[in-house]
């Protein structure tokens, strides 16, 4: 088992690496998510330009079943481009659709104005710590390596964890940075839970993602904040971060129920 998803045609077959933590027939919205990404960086005049915000709403579960993503430009520009991509099984429902800004990069002097943040303690000076069950042996929870600076899985509350991919997402290729970001974003409000998931639903029904630059190396850090209401909403909020320093953010909207026993 290679990769996230191996390409057959115009169709992305996934894995059983995709596979979600609540349901042993549908993916964590990582994989899905990086794989938009992907066609989002690969359709045409995004040569010398860069993805600076991409919205995921995601409409249904994805199932861990063959996928298309169809990409079209919404609002062409020769510095600033709005694409629009969905996701959809092989038949055609829709799972996920997104919208991206694509802006043209240019070099461009600051001067000494902007001061640099440092980035979290690295991953080697972090700890792993154990996913909460599942009940399945192969998952996206083996297919992420996760190392925290603060928080775990079974810990509720803020967390602080370095994420980077064990696998290709697509088999024979090398995971660029965009989709690593994109593949460990959605963690958020699972590293951060700040209810209990065995007492409560915190389902997310967005992601949204913004990026100033791109990450450098294999791994990607998020400092996640979890914000539960009585009116059953909720907001994850994350810093992403690389070992240089800060690299965007990400907000997830969720739907919070007490679960019914």
């Not at 005049?45 to 996928?67: D, H, K, M, S, Y």
């Not at 430009?73 to 991509?85: C, D, F, H, I, K």
């Not at 409560?200 to 190396?217: A, M």
């Amino acid at each position: 088992m290679a990769a996230f998803f191996t390409e057959e045609g115009d169709l992305l077959v996934p894995s059983e690496l995709t596979r979600g933590p609540w349901d042993p027939g549908a993916q964590n919205a990582g994989p899905p998510a990086a794989a938009i990404g992907r066609a989002l960086e690969r359709h045409p005049g995004g040569e010398a330009a860069q993805i600076g915000r991409v919205t995921f709403e995601i409409l249904r579960p994805v199932p861990i079943a063959p996928l298309r993503v169809v990409v079209r430009t919404v609002r062409p520009g020769r510095n600033v481009e709005l694409l629009e991509a969905l996701l959809t099984d092989s038949e055609g429902t829709e799972l996920v659709r997104a919208s991206s800004w694509r802006l043209a990069m240019a070099d461009v002097e600051l001067g000494d104005g902007v001061p640099e943040e440092p980035a979290p303690p690295g991953p080697a000076e972090a700890e792993h710590k154990p996913f909460f069950p599942t009940g399945e042996e192969i998952g996206y929870h083996t297919a992420m390596e996760y190392r925290f600076v603060r928080g775990g899985f079974l810990e509720m509350g803020p967390a602080t964890v370095w994420m980077r991919m064990l696998h290709p997402l697509v088999e024979g290729e090398h995971a660029t940075p965009l989709q690593r970001v994109l593949v460990a974003a959605d963690s958020g409000n699972g590293v951060s839970a700040a209810l209990d998931w065995r007492r409560y639903v915190f389902i997310n029904t967005d992601l949204s993602v913004h990026l100033h630059r791109l990450p450098e190396g294999e791994w990607v850090c998020l400092d996640a904040v979890t914000r539960p209401e009585p009116n059953g909403l909720g907001l994850s909020d994350t810093a992403l971060y690389d070992e240089r320093g800060p690299i965007g953010r990400a907000a997830q909207t969720l739907f919070v129920r007490a679960r019914v026993t």
